[in-house]
């Protein structure tokens, strides 16, 4: 088992910056990818970043140049950091990790990020 813990969420105005972490602890050796969603009010949870154990990143276009993903020097560790944040950036952002390429096995609990006009 995995466990999965995210810190960093907060209330920002637009134009912000926030980062996130998530650490993860139990069985990581299992660990191929881990990822960062977001979930909106009224709204499926969506994928928005993942970072390979080889360091290979891929992103949603929405946040293409705003949000980079990268791992801490701890391997367990891995960060979200946000910047030029807008409104439509405001959700509950989950941690994920993945014993496969691009699938999910362990969710966090999750971190709420809220962006003011």
């Known amino acids: 088992q995995v466990q999965l813990v995210e810190s960093g969420g907060g209330l920002v105005q637009a134009g912000g910056s926030l980062r996130l972490s998530c650490v993860a602890s139990g069985n990581i050796n299992r660990i191929n990818n881990m990822a960062w969603y977001r979930q909106a009010p009224g709204k499926q949870r969506d994928y928005v970043a993942r970072?390979?154990?080889?360091?290979?990143?891929t992103y949603v276009d929405s946040v293409k140049g705003r949000f980079t993903i990268s791992r801490g020097n701890a391997r367990n560790t891995v960060y979200l950091q946000m910047t030029s944040l807008n409104p439509g950036d405001t959700a509950v952002y989950y941690c994920?990790?993945?014993?496969?390429?691009?699938?999910?096995?362990?969710w966090g609990q999750g971190t709420q990020v809220t962006v003011s006009s």
């Open positions: 970072i390979l154990n080889g360091g290979a990143t």
């Open positions: 994920s990790a993945g014993t496969t390429w691009a699938g999910v096995d362990y």
